[in-house]
Nanobody
Framework: VQLQASGGGLVQSGGSLRLSCAAS????????VGWFRQAPGKEREFVGC????????YYSDSVKGRFTVSRDNANNTAYLQMNSLKPEDTAVYFC?????????????????WGQGTQVTVSS
């Protein structure tokens, strides 16, 4: 599967953005999709994921209650809705997918990655 992330940009603190992750292929529903982010000089960090099959969502503590992961299997797209953004949310955001895992916060367990999209939150 090939992934294309989009929707990043510059937003003020407290604002919202929605990122999209468009996937190729016809079996998108069989993939768990994860969202990760990486700030300059820092390691790639788990944000949230949505499972394959009957979708369930999981989030890091730093975004829980502010971010929402969803998916539209008919359109082969996953989303990351980000509300109440903070300057510390500034990073390059990546989507990733894997057919074998059910849920994981470990980026090494995802086989497929999209290119990143920059999110900058100004104070």
């Amino acid at each position: 599967v090939q992934l294309q992330a989009s929707g990043g940009g510059l937003v003020q603190s407290g604002g919202s953005l929605r990122l999209s992750c468009a996937a190729s292929g016809r079996t998108f529903s069989r993939y768990t999709v994860g969202w990760f982010r990486q700030a300059p000089g820092k390691e790639r960090e788990f944000v949230g994921c949505i499972t394959r099959g009957v979708p369930r969502t999981y989030y890091s503590d730093s975004v829980k209650g502010r971010f929402t992961v969803s998916r539209d299997n008919a359109n082969n797209t996953a989303y990351l809705q980000m509300n109440s953004l903070k300057p510390e949310d500034t990073a390059v955001y990546f989507c990733a997918a894997d057919q074998q895992i059910y849920t994981s916060a470990n980026p090494t367990q995802y086989d497929y990655w999209g290119q990143g999209t920059q999110v900058t939150v100004s104070s």
